[in-house]
Structure formats: C-alpha cells, structure tokens
C-alpha cells in the first residue's frame, strides 16, 4: 500500500474549530449504492471501488486525501501543455484509469463526470464564521486506485474494461504527488481574485458556496505548503513509488510518527510491486514477507481449498485494516473503524478470480509444463488443478524463504524493525494481529500471473522469459502504460540503446518511466538457480502453463 502520505501532502492546517463545523458526506454514486438492494458480493465490490471504510475526512486532508478540482488546477499548472480540460487528460498520463465497463461487475457504476475509476470522492460541507455556507469535493485513494486495472486483450493491448483486484502496474503515484506540489508551489502565488479567475475558467458552472470552499481552502494551503517548501522541499518524507509500485512502509512509518516528517528520508526506498489480490484466503500471513497474521496464528502454514474459511478471511480483514494507514492516510483510531468495512471487502476477496488468459494457449506445451512445474515449482507456489486452458489454485504452502536463499533484493524485507513493530504494537496490534520481522519473501501465489507484469516483489523483470534467463534480464526497461507480450509473457519491448523499449511506434496509454536496476531497493538479482537445472524446451513448456493459472 501506499502512497503518497504525508503530513502535509494536502492541504489543510484548520482551526479546531473549523473541524467542528465541517461535515462531511459520501459522493453520490457511493451513497446510491449504500440505498441499493446489495447482495454481500455486490456490497463487498462497492466497497472495495467507492468505500471510504468508515469515513475519512477531515484528518485525511493533513494526510493523503485532496482536493479535487484545486488538484485539476495544480495538475493543468504543473503541465501547461495539457489541453484546457479537467480530465482525464491530466489523469490518465499518470495511470489512472477510465474504463467503460467492470469485468468483474457488469452493474457497476462509473464515477462519472471524467473521474478516474478507484478514487473515492466525498463532500465536506459546513458554515464558516464569517464566510457562510460552504463545500468543497475531496478525493481519496480507494482500494481500486491501486488493486484495479484495465483489462488487456488478444492483442496485448488494454481493453475498455477495468478488472478490480488486478494490479494497476502503470500507476505513478510518485510522479502525480510530485506534479500535483509542482501545481500548488505555482498557485499559492496567485491573489485570492486570480485564483478564482482560474477556477472559473476551468468550471464556469462552479456553484457559489463551492467557490467559498474551495477560498478557504486556498487560503490554508499556502501556509502549509510553504511550511513544506521551507523544511523537506517535497512533496513527501519518503520515495512514494514509480509505475506500479508503492513504498507502503515507508507510508505506514511516516503516517505513525516513525519517520521525521520534516526532512526527506532518502533510505526510505522499499517500493513493493502492488499484488493481484486472488486466493488471498490460502494466505496464513500478509506482505510481500509475511510480516502480518492474526493474532495467536503461525506465520507460515499451508492452507488448501478444504482450509480456507469464513473465520480466517475475517481475521485478515483486520490485517488490511492497518494498511489503511499507509493507503488512505488514516490515523490509528480510523483504521480500527474501517474493520467493519473491509470485512465485507473480504466476502468479495474471498471469492475474486483472475481473468482469463485472452490469447492462444498451445494445450499440448502447457500439459507438459504442468509436470515441470510439479517438479521445480509446486514445492514452494503451491499447487495448481484445472484443465490444460485453466488452473486454480488448490493448495498453497506459504513458503518463506530467506533472502540469503532467494537472493532477490533485500532492501524490502529489511525496511521494517523491530522498533517498528515494538511501536505498532504500542499504537494498533496486540490485541488482534501479530507482527515480526522477517528477513526474506513468500513465494507468491501465481495466478492472474500473465497480467502482474513486471515480476519480483519490486518489479525488477519485465517478462517471465528474462526471468527464466537470469543473464539477460535488462538493466533498464520501460514501464507505465505498456502493451503486453503474450511469448516472452510480461511488458512487450525490445532492447535499443541497452534498454528494453516500448516497440517502435507505441503509443503508451499513461507516461512511462525507465526502470533503473542499479538503483537502492531496485535490484533485479536473485531467483535464478530455481531455472538453472531447466533446458530451454523445459522453460518453454512452463512458460505456456503458466499463462493458464
Ligand atoms: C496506494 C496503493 C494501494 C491502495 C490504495 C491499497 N493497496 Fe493494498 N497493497 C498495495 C501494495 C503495494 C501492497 C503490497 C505491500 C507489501 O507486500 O509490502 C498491498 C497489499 C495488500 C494486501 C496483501 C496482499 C498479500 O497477499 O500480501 C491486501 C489484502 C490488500 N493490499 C488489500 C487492500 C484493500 C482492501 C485496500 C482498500 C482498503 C487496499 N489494499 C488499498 C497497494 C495499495
Ligand atoms: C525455494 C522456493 C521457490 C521455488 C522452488 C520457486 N520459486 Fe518462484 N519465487 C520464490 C520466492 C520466494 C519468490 C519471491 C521473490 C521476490 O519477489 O523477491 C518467487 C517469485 C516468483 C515469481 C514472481 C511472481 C510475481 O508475481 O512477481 C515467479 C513468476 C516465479 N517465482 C516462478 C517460479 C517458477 C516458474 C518456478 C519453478 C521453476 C519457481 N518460481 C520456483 C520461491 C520459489
């Protein structure tokens, strides 16, 4: 989880007071699904796309939440060659999705308006002492802002349809929380008379009590944004991510007060490849380390289809409920009332599947990959059944493997201490989850595998074909609004300049960074003996099983 937390990332240093007199309330579209006859299914889908887990305003303001249209304005200043239209051409260079349609929930509403699909909304509205009436639109990022993606098709390119619980590998929240500060560094300039020039012409229809709000709020924020300019010079304390990746911990740490919020921590790199969340019930522990179980649970068992269980997918709920933290900028006491909230969440989890495999699968090859992949594989990614087109899981050992062993980059699974966890335990664990430090990874659950490119908790390999061939994976690849290969399986590219580029000719749907390897935390090493022993006939069969899963 994520993101671009901050103390300070918005907006709003108010007077107690000012609190007091603000309410707040869920977007429309949310609020009509909460009237509406829900199924658990449906209702665990709508919370997880719009659910704000049991309210998040106004501290979310001082933390990860913003203002809507003030952000449009700073996103269109921070890049003044973007045409004059709120979105989504200011929000989809970034990742964020418009799709038409949910393929995992044919009913689903769109936010509409030209909003980007998993962020929530709200409204907060109040009496101001002496300006009157007033209300402003905030913005959050919901579980779909990250866990939601469009859905690739046969050519390799993304379809109209979003898929919620996939990844979003082409999100940059770094680069959007970076461009959005760029905006406001330029906009606390303005005169308040400049400021609503501005936003008028931007949203000429703009009611009068929406102008008064969004005042009040321009005239906190440059207080703020200055007192941020003039100690950590950005955005955030710590890195944020790239295309696909957050730095969760290093969110959850400045959200609680373990990082000093008034510098930039420049070791705080751990940026982790966001999951598909499919099969999360054979999980005994969360992270990409296991560093969560519920309470009085081992760390690491193996849980098969006849295991998984109601009582357990609940118990988790309680896990995800302390990333909220990091995700959605809550403080400790929120994030025990979202429990409630992401139990349901659990009830659609619990039931989510990956999408199929849109192109041809070679029956004959992925039969005989089957077995190499019960030989070398199953032991540790657990095991798969199915037919020659399509496996489930049905078993999964929750293997933990030191990183002495994996030898994959240590800079995650050594990002959180002891300390960090004497100081959860303090604030939010103890009574429901247990935590520890854990200096390795889980072999992940593989389905859904053919969409998650790039691969390793930290997103280092662009293709399961480099990461079967240990010696040419590339140094530098390009990520972020990519097409897909269905041979190599993972980013479609080829190597120019020493860097695996889009295809000549690509258009990427949202801005794509260059994947440094050499960078801390970055390192595409490890994983490689468990291909040593394959010839290549062997790796190719596997490749064609594994797009089945
Ligand atoms: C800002 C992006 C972001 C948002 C928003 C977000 N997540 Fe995540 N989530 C992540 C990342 C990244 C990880 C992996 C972190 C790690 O393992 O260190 C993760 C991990 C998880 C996991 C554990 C997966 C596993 O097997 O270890 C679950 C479950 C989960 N998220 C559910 C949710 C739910 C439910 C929401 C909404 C309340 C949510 N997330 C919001 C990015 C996000
Ligand atoms: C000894 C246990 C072990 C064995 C055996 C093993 N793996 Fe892994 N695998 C891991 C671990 C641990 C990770 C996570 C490493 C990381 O992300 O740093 C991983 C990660 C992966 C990933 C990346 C998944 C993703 O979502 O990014 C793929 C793909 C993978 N393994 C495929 C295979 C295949 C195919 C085989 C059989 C040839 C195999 N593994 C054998 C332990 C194992």
Redesign the pocket.
Same mark, same amino acid.
């Given at each position: 989880?994520? =993101?671009p937390h901050t103390k300070y990332y918005l907006v709003l240093a108010l007077t107690s007071c000012f609190y007091a007199c603000m309410e707040t309330s869920h977007s429309g579209v949310y609020q009509k699904l909460l009237e509406s006859d829900l199924s658990p299914l449906e209702s665990g889908k709508a919370k997880?796309l719009y *659910?704000d &887990?049991g309210g998040i305003f106004p501290h979310t303001l001082k933390t990860n939440a913003f203002v809507y249209k003030i952000t449009v304005l700073a996103l269109k200043e921070a890049d003044s060659s973007l045409p004059d239209k709120p979105a989504p051409s200011l929000f989809a260079k970034y990742g964020f999705a418009f799709p038409k349609k949910v393929w995992n929930w044919e009913k689903a509403p769109l936010p509409g308006d030209d909003k980007p699909t998993g962020l929530i909304f709200g409204k907060i509205s109040g009496t101001h002492p002496t300006k009157g009436k007033y209300y402003f639109e905030v913005a959050d990022? *919901?579980?779909g802002?990250? #866990?939601g993606s469009l859905l690739y098709g046969k050519d390799g390119n993304p379809t109209g349809q979003y898929a919620l619980g996939m990844p979003n590998a082409s999100l940059n =929240?770094d680069a959007f929380a970076h461009d959005v500060f760029k905006g406001y560094r330029i906009i606390i300039q303005w005169s308040n008379k400049m400021f609503e020039q501005r936003m008028l012409a931007l949203y000429p229809e703009i009611p009068k009590q929406e102008m008064a709000g969004l005042k009040i709020v321009f005239h906190s924020m440059k207080k703020q944004v200055k007192k941020i300019i003039e100690t950590r010079g950005v955005v955030a304390s710590y890195k944020i991510g790239g295309p696909g &990746? !957050?730095n *969760?911990?290093g969110a959850i740490k400045s959200g609680l007060g373990m990082l000093d919020n008034s510098v930039y921590n420049k070791s705080e790199v751990s940026l !982790?490849?966001?999951?598909a =969340?499919a099969g999360?019930s054979y999980?005994s522990s %969360?992270? !990409?380390?296991g560093n969560y179980t519920p309470l009085n649970n081992d760390f690491f068992y193996e849980i098969s289809s006849k295991d998984t269980n109601y009582q357990h997918d609940q118990e &988790?709920a309680v896990i995800?409920s302390l990333?909220?933290i990091g995700? &959605?900028g809550y403080n400790a006491e929120m994030a025990k009332k979202?429990i409630p909230d992401?139990k349901k969440?659990m009830d659609f %989890?619990s039931k989510l599947e990956t999408p199929p495999f849109p192109g041809t699968i070679n029956v004959e090859k992925s039969e005989k990959g089957r077995v190499v992949f019960q030989r070398d594989c199953q032991s540790c990614h657990g095991k798969y059944e199915g037919t020659p087109l399509r496996n489930a899981l049905a078993s999964f050992p929750n293997k933990f493997i030191p990183v002495t062993e994996i030898k994959t980059d240590s800079v995650?699974c050594m990002a959180l201490t002891g300390d960090n966890i004497k100081k959860l335990h303090k604030i939010y664990l103890g009574k429901y989850v247990d935590a520890r430090v854990n200096k390795g990874y889980v072999a992940p659950?593989l389905s859904g595998l053919w969409a998650t490119a790039p691969y390793l #908790?930290n997103g280092s390999v662009p293709t399961i074909w480099h990461l079967m061939h240990p010696e040419s994976r590339p140094g530098k690849f390009y990520c972020g609004g990519h097409g897909l290969d269905y041979e190599k399986l993972g980013i479609r590219g080829e190597m120019r300049d020493g860097i695996y580029k889009y295809p000549e000719g690509y258009r990427p749907f949202s801005d794509y960074e260059i994947y440094d390897t050499k960078e801390t935390g970055l390192s595409n090493s490890g994983h490689a003996e468990q291909f040593e022993q394959l010839t290549e006939q062997e790796k190719d069969y596997l490749l064609e099983f594994l797009k089945t899963l």
């Open positions: 989880m994520k =993101l997880f *659910g &887990m990022f *919901g579980c802002s990250c #866990h =929240l &990746m !957050v *969760g911990i !982790v490849n966001i999951p =969340l999360r999980r %969360l992270l !990409v380390s &988790m995800i990333f909220t995700t &959605m979202s992401i969440v %989890l995650r659950i #908790h």
